[in-house]
Nanobody, 127 residues
Framework: VQLQASGGGLVQAGGSLRVTCTAS?????????LGWFRQVPGKGREFVAT????????NYADSVKGRFHISRDNAKKTVYLQMNSLKPEDTAVHYCAAKDTILTAPLYYDETDYSYWGQGTQVTVSS
């Protein structure tokens, strides 16, 4: 599977942005649990959000809980991250990731759980 992230950009604090990640080279997008991570220069990747294969379960990092919303459309092979009430500390390159799993329920929080990564999209929040 290949993942292509898009939708990043520059936004003022308090604003909203939606980043999108679309899969290709797989007919079985629903086999993958999905996640969003982010990274700033000089630091490791940080977990942001995760969604189960059918989309029935989600979870978030404490730093974004209540502000961000992850969703997926398996027919469109796409995962979304809606980001609201953005803060300057949300500035980072945001990456989508996929894990091929036979399990439908679990959520995955560690970057080492994921085998496939998108190229990242820059989100910059100005104060």
């Amino acid at each position: 599977v290949q993942l292509q992230a898009s939708g990043g950009g520059l936004v003022q604090a308090g604003g909203s942005l939606r980043v999108t990640c679309t899969a290709s080279r797989t007919p079985y997008f629903s086999r993958y649990a999905l996640g969003w991570f982010r990274q700033v220069p000089g630091k490791g990747r940080e977990f942001v959000a995760t969604i189960s294969r059918p989309g029935s379960s989600t979870n978030y990092a404490d730093s974004v809980k209540g502000r961000f919303h992850i969703s997926r459309d398996n027919a469109k092979k796409t995962v979304y991250l809606q980001m609201n009430s953005l803060k300057p500390e949300d500035t980072a390159v945001h990456y989508c990731a996929a894990k091929d799993t036979i399990l439908t329920a679990p959520l995955y929080y560690d970057e080492t759980d994921y085998s496939y990564w998108g190229q990242g999209t820059q989100v910059t929040v100005s104060s």
